[in-house]
T-cell receptor, first 113, second 116 residues
Framework: NAGVTQTPKFRILKIGQSMTLQCAQD?????MYWYRQDPGMGLKLIYY???????DKGEVPNGYNVSRSTTEDFPLRLELAAPSQTSVYFC????????????FGPGTRLTVL | AQKVTQAQTEISVVEKEDVTLDCVYE???????LFWYKQPPSGELVFLIR??????QNEISGRYSWNFQKSTSSFNFTITASQVVDSAVYFC?????????????FGQGTILTVHP
């Protein structure tokens, strides 16, 4: 099993550009999450999904959108990138929400200039 | 609201020393889950342990041990005979059963540096 995979690993965007961060998992987990990690900080939840077709906002959703058309994939869309979105983005999945540990992807380091 | 505090921002030790990383949490839920994750310099997050609020038994896994005390709302992590490979950022995290989708609230992390 590959676990949780993310692409790209690194990306530089100009202010106002858009992009999609890809996330996929092959563990048949229903729950998937997007977090961002700013320097010297813990992770903050952007969006989550409890199954295909069901998504909801986390703590810091502004400037982002998500979709979940399949169990495996959970892409994160950035519209009109801003310098405040410079961060490391982690995708995660878990079998059963609060009751189980989350497995994390390797992260995407995004810089907005 | 749930909150996790890791008061130690950075810890520096010499190899073979024992080191304890502190974690204090706040929650109104009676059922919750506590986690420790390791983030080595390569950047990925590695799951170390999960503990539910009804299980206060301490746990030992090799050189790692965890002390969970509900009375003080603490879930501390001890590394015995530290090694250079233990150098990483360690995060304590909390999820509440009442938030069934599993939102993890992370502490700010403790940077551990083990010198040879």
């Amino acid at each position: 099993n590959a676990g949780v995979t993310q692409t790209p690993k690194f990306r530089i965007l100009k202010i106002g550009q858009s992009m999609t961060l890809q996330c996929a998992q092959d563990m048949n987990h229903n729950y998937m999450y997007w977090y961002r990690q700013d320097p010297g900080m813990g992770l903050k939840l952007i969006y989550y999904s409890v199954g295909a077709g069901i998504t909801d906002k986390g703590e810091v959703p502004n400037g982002y959108n998500v979709s979940r058309s399949t169990t495996e994939d959970f892409p994160l869309r950035l519209e009109l990138a801003a310098p405040s979105q410079t961060s490391v983005y982690f995708c995660a999945s878990s079998y059963n929400g609060a009751y189980n540990e989350q497995f994390f992807g390797p992260g995407t380091r995004l810089t907005v200039l | 609201a749930q909150k996790v505090t890791q008061a130690q921002t950075e810890i520096s030790v010499v190899e073979k020393e024992d080191v304890t990383l502190d974690c204090v949490y706040e929650t109104r839920d009676t059922t919750y889950y506590l986690f420790w994750y390791k983030q080595p310099p390569s950047g990925e997050l590695v799951f170390l342990i999960r503990r539910n609020s009804f299980d206060e038994q301490n746990e030992i896994s090799g050189r790692y041990s965890w002390n969970f005390q509900k009375s003080t709302s603490s879930f501390n992590f001890t590394i015995t005979a530290s090694q250079v490979v233990d150098s990483a950022v360690y995060f304590c995290a909390l999820s509440e059963a009442g938030t069934s989708y599993g939102k993890l609230t992370f502490g700010q992390g403790t940077i551990l540096t083990v010198h040879p």
